[in-house]
């Protein structure tokens, strides 16, 4: 878990500075743990941004946390800002709502304001739990570059918290998003964290919820639903071809075929949350390219293409995948130049034309971009590293099991246990 992040910050922020809004939560505690571990310490910048309501106890658990790591730090008291704001429009100031999203919006202004300046990116601090139930500020919170900690749950987080030396008050502390008065994540949504992200995890693993209040199943998809807005792009028209228009840049017409390219080794939960999201996309069916399909047994690439076939049909079969998909091999060439052409004329003989292409790869987007993303748009998706989560196994970390559906895991430890000890 640990260990994919940092490479996740690494990838990302390379040289450049991370702007972090360090609240005395242990969200943003957590990431500033993640981002010293990932870069160095000079480079972090950590800004504290307290309202009126903001209380001492999380003004000080942010400063410690800032001291224990000797990151640089500010305090910015956001009140003037608001005061002034609700002068100047002051038809919003009996709206609670609206002033409390203010807020999160005010302190999304500071951040971006020194990222400008530094040149740096904004590290954002939210959580699955509150991803997956919109329980963040549009363009508030939720206004970030990197959202490293986007994957785990907030039961996820607490642990990984005490893993990293977190202080003990800060972890256990009752959450809150600090907009109002006395205000908690769990008053506010509902339920405690615990119920909340186990009933997420039945929900995206198809498993049953008969063990839960039927009340709290119904507003957990209701707070998913509603959520929705808040994850996408806002919509534009986009021409996929001649009289095809796309209403959203992650939604398309029905009817149409997405090509998604991996090497899948192992298959894990990264891939299938894309061909879920090719799914809810409005795709009619899918082609799955296996890339780099004749090797096997290497440190690399330990699965062969049919392992990799087995894994992919096993997962899918069992989460009740609905749309129809084709899994073709891609063997490599050494010719980027027609590598696109070589993939193209191995899709269309197995399974015809496709609209779109979705790949966690750099280089395979940028070949498709540079050959036919004008025609056919090219998806860059932020997944789990295969690469880690095969150290992860050799280092003896069962933390990998966690990014692996179980029905598999079993195959894929074995698997790569043989390759290990036959090199």
């Given at each position: ?90 038809n919003i100031k009996q709206h609670a709502l609206t002033k409390a999203n203010l807020q999160a919006r005010i302190r999304m202004t500071i ?107 119904l507003r957990v998809k209701k707070l998913y639903k509603n959520a929705q807005h808040k994850l996408k792009l806002p919509p534009k028209p ?98 980027d130049a027609s590598w696109v052409r070589h993939v193209n004329k191995l899709v269309q003989a197995a399974a015809g034309e496709y609209e ?68």
């Open positions: 878990m640990e260990n994919i992040i940092i490479q996740f910050l690494k990838h990302h922020l390379g040289n450049k500075p991370a702007i972090l809004g360090l609240s005395g939560g242990v969200d943003s505690a957590v990431v500033a743990f993640l981002l010293t571990k990932a870069i160095h310490k000079k480079n972090v910048y950590a800004y504290i941004l307290p309202s009126a309501i903001t209380s001492k106890q999380d003004i000080n658990d942010a400063k410690q946390v800032a001291k224990i790591l000797g990151i640089k730090f500010k305090i910015i008291k956001i009140d003037n800002l608001l005061k002034q704001y609700l002068k100047t429009v002051p951040l971006y304001s020194q990222a400008n300046l530094l040149g740096g990116l904004v590290v954002g601090t939210g959580n699955k739990s509150e991803l997956d139930t919109g329980y963040f500020t549009k363009y508030g919170d939720g206004g970030v570059d990197l959202l490293p900690i986007g994957h785990l749950y907030k039961t996820q987080i607490w642990e990984l918290a005490k893993q990293l030396g977190v202080p003990a008050q800060i972890i256990n502390k009752a959450p809150t998003a600090g907009l109002k008065p006395k205000q908690t994540d769990e008053q506010d949504l509902g339920m405690k964290y615990e119920e909340l992200d186990k009933i997420l995890i039945a929900l995206e693993t198809n498993k049953s919820l008969a063990e839960f209040k039927n009340s709290n199943v986009t021409g996929l071809k001649p009289g095809v228009f796309d209403a959203n840049p992650r939604v398309y017409p029905g009817g149409l075929r997405a090509l998604f390219i991996g090497r899948f080794q192992p298959f894990h939960l990264g891939h299938l949350s894309v061909l879920n999201e090719i799914e809810q996309a409005g795709f009619a069916e899918v082609i799955i390219g296996i890339g780099s399909s004749q090797y096997a047994k290497q440190p690399d690439n330990p699965f062969s293409f049919n392992e990799r076939e087995n894994m992919i049909k096993q997962v899918l079969q069992i989460t009740n995948y609905k749309l129809p998909y084709t899994i073709i091999a891609i063997p490599d060439i050494n010719d779109a292409v979705f790949t966690g790869n750099d280089w395979v987007k940028d070949l498709f971009e540079k050959a036919n993303g004008a025609v056919r748009p090219v998806h860059k998706i932020i997944m789990i590293d295969g690469t880690a989560i095969r150290n992860m196994i050799r280092e003896g970390d069962i933390a990998w099991k966690q990014f692996v559906h179980e029905s598999i895991q079993e195959q894929i430890s074995t698997g790569l246990e043989n390759v290990v000890f036959n090199i």
